[in-house]
């Protein structure tokens, strides 16, 4: 990206051999996602900033936007329901007779 080695074979040898730093860390992972704020390094004198390289090429940084998981609900037995909330009622009744049907029949096996 920032045109330190003159091919992709030649990052591949510098990554492995170590010459490259992530936050201070040697980073021998060739395909390492870069966040923002992230500082690289490479060799002794080329330091630079993950989101100031971007800028200067006119990309644009997404955001890591985290999705938010939908508590459980609690039937009126007590049991916790860790469905989505695209399930309907209906479907949540279901399950509820499924799961009685399976606790009687394991019941009579045993």
């Known amino acids: ?3 330190l080695v003159d091919s992709g074979g030649q990052a591949k040898f510098v990554i492995q051999s170590s010459e490259c730093l992530l936050n201070g860390n040697i980073e021998v992972r060739r ?3 870069l966040y923002h704020g992230d500082k690289v390094s490479f060799g002794s004198t080329v ?3 993950v989101s ?3 800028k200067k090429r006119g990309y644009v ?3 890591k936007i985290k ?3 939908p508590l459980a609900k609690a039937d009126a037995e007590g049991n ?3 469905g989505g909330r695209y399930r309907s009622e209906e479907w949540r009744a279901e399950r509820k007779v499924k799961k009685a049907d399976r606790k009687v029949k394991n019941r009579k096996s045993k």
Request: charged letters at 45%.
């Open 47 to 49: 330091d630079l900033d």
């Open 80 to 82: 916790l329901e860790f």
């Open 67 to 69: 999705k938010v998981k």
């Open 1 to 3: 990206m920032c045109n």
């Open 61 to 63: 940084f997404k955001p």
């Open 31 to 33: 395909s390492k996602k």
């Open 52 to 54: 100031t390289e971007v």
